[in-house]
């Protein structure tokens, strides 16, 4: 009954004194000490924690199964109908069914494809307000502003339909999603230590989480009755690309599926969308940005390629992403250094396994340390330097297929929306480099641009990044 090796733990505690504020650097510094494969106590849940292609692939792959269920979220439960999202709910039939509804029906190759002209046009749009911006003022732009904006109307009118906004339906949704993923990754003291639990109440916790979680059912409620109106109302032509609520709702019989979806499933697997979509999109935009921008080499690499497969043509489209394989490249190194969820979602076992010769006990909870796993030198040459190249001609994928590389995770837990993410991203980089110079503000060289991390569920960049932009004459 060998276990992984383990950091000494504090009473009650256990280890949670040491993941400090930015978890995954922390534990990526106990595992130089302790090995790929860690155990660890958050208060009284043992914890394993792996930092290795190895042990990431016995994991994902060969023991996915067994190690396929999420633990108990008291947030998660309280913000997502008890957990009926795809995201948090155990493994079993239920998310089986849910799983398989988004995947094959919200977040299939063919209807990513079917939200093409929302994507252009707010990407359209996005590049129409920076130009604005830089030719109004001549000043810094802020970049993280822009591509939240962008990602947040994508998302929106994909998800529900349309753009809401505080002047057009009285609901700030955007105030209302920044504290629902506030609270997704807040820490919640009575996981980990039931008898503390009662802290949240003197903290003010628990009615915070009450009161966002009733804003945000009112929000959805409007939003799928205004469906329900709309289609008793009218017949759609088939040509039109459907949102979620409406494909959500033509499910909800359990004609398609044989699966009956209840309403609050219905509208924790939105939410879903939100959690796990929005963030982490734009927060990859903003590192590429980021990157590129401390790396002038790159950038201007990048816009050679996207400018001279952009000949004599006024606006990039989908359509030419195919062949940008620099650009290709330059998201996945961006993903490699700085996985928007460095320590994916965590997962537990349900069953007793064996991992690298340890024995693991069923109900343990399971971490997979992404970035530590995309900066292991056993896999990486000079991994802490940005080389995009390094893909080029290289099969390395993050599809889940290649263990050193998983900011989306992998296995039956993969995230359902690479793709979706993906083609965004593609999209606006290609637009930003083909319109604009970028440069950062006067007097800051590349090497001094504040690269530190920001605490929470999605990790973004400290400070918003600020960048000049100058529109490029020859391509307008
Ligand atoms: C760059 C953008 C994104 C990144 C880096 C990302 C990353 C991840 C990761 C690491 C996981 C957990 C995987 C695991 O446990 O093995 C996940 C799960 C998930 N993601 Fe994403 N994601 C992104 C965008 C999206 C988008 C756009 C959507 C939906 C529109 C989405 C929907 C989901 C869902 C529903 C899950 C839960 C899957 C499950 O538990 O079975 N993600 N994502």
């Not at 509804?101 to 002209?117: A, E, F, T």
């Not at 999209?427 to 800051?444: Q, T, Y």
Request: proline share 5%; aromatic share 8%; with cysteine.
């Amino acid at each position: 009954n060998k276990l992984p090796p383990s950091p000494t733990k504090l009473p009650i505690i256990g280890n949670l004194h040491q993941l400090g504020s930015l978890p995954h650097r922390s534990l990526h510094k106990l595992s130089k000490k302790y090995g790929p494969l860690m155990l660890l106590h958050f208060g009284s849940k043992p914890v394993i924690v792996a930092s290795s292609v190895e042990a990431a692939h016995d994991i994902m792959k060969t023991h996915d199964l067994v190690c396929s269920s999420r633990p108990k979220s008291s947030m998660a439960d309280r913000l997502f109908y008890g957990s009926k999202d795809v995201g948090f709910s155990p493994y079993g039939e239920y998310w089986r069914q849910i799983k398989s509804i988004v995947v094959l029906h919200l977040l299939s190759n063919k209807r990513v494809r079917s939200y093409r002209d929302i994507r252009e046009e707010e990407t359209s749009n996005m590049i129409e307000k920076i130009r604005q911006e830089c030719v109004s003022s001549n000043s810094v732009i802020d970049l993280r502003d822009h591509f939240c904006f962008m990602t947040g109307n994508i998302i929106s009118r994909v998800a529900l339909g349309r753009i809401y906004n505080k002047r057009e339906s009285g609901i700030d949704t955007k105030n209302i999603l920044a504290e629902f993923l506030h609270l997704l990754g807040t820490f919640n003291v009575g996981d980990f230590i039931p008898w503390l639990e009662w802290v949240n109440k003197i903290t003010g916790l628990d009615t915070k989480v009450e009161k966002v979680a009733k804003k945000l059912d009112t929000f959805l409620e409007s939003v799928i009755e205004e469906h329900i109106i709309r289609h008793n109302k009218e017949e759609y032509s088939t040509g039109e690309a459907k949102d979620f609520v409406d494909v959500l709702l033509e499910i909800q019989n359990g004609k398609e599926t044989g699966f009956l979806l209840q309403r609050d499933s219905l509208k924790a697997i939105l939410l879903d969308i939100f959690a796990a979509g929005t963030d982490t999109t734009y927060s990859t935009l903003e590192w590429i940005m980021a990157e590129l921008l401390r790396h002038p080499r790159a950038m201007e690499t990048l816009q050679n390629e996207v400018r001279g497969l952009a000949q004599g043509k006024t606006e990039i489209t989908e359509d030419d992403l195919g062949s940008m394989h620099y650009l290709k490249a330059v998201i996945k190194e961006t993903l490699r250094l700085h996985p928007p969820g460095p320590l994916l979602i965590p997962r537990e076992s349900t069953e007793d396994i064996k991992l690298l010769g340890y024995q693991i006990p069923a109900k343990t909870r399971v971490i997979i340390n992404a970035w530590t796993i995309g900066r292991d030198p056993l896999s990486w040459e000079n991994p802490e330097d940005y080389r995009p190249e390094r893909f080029l001609n290289s099969d390395t994928d993050f599809k889940g297929l290649n263990f050193e590389l998983i900011p989306f995770g992998a296995g039956r837990r993969g995230c359902p929306g690479t793709a979706f993410a993906v083609v965004i991203n593609e999209l606006a980089l290609a637009r930003l480099m083909h319109k604009f110079n970028f440069s950062l503000p006067e007097g800051l060289k590349p090497e001094d641009l504040d690269m530190t991390e920001n605490n929470g569920i999605t990790i973004h960049r400290k400070s918003p990044l600020l960048a000049v932009a100058t529109p490029c004459s020859t391509y307008y």
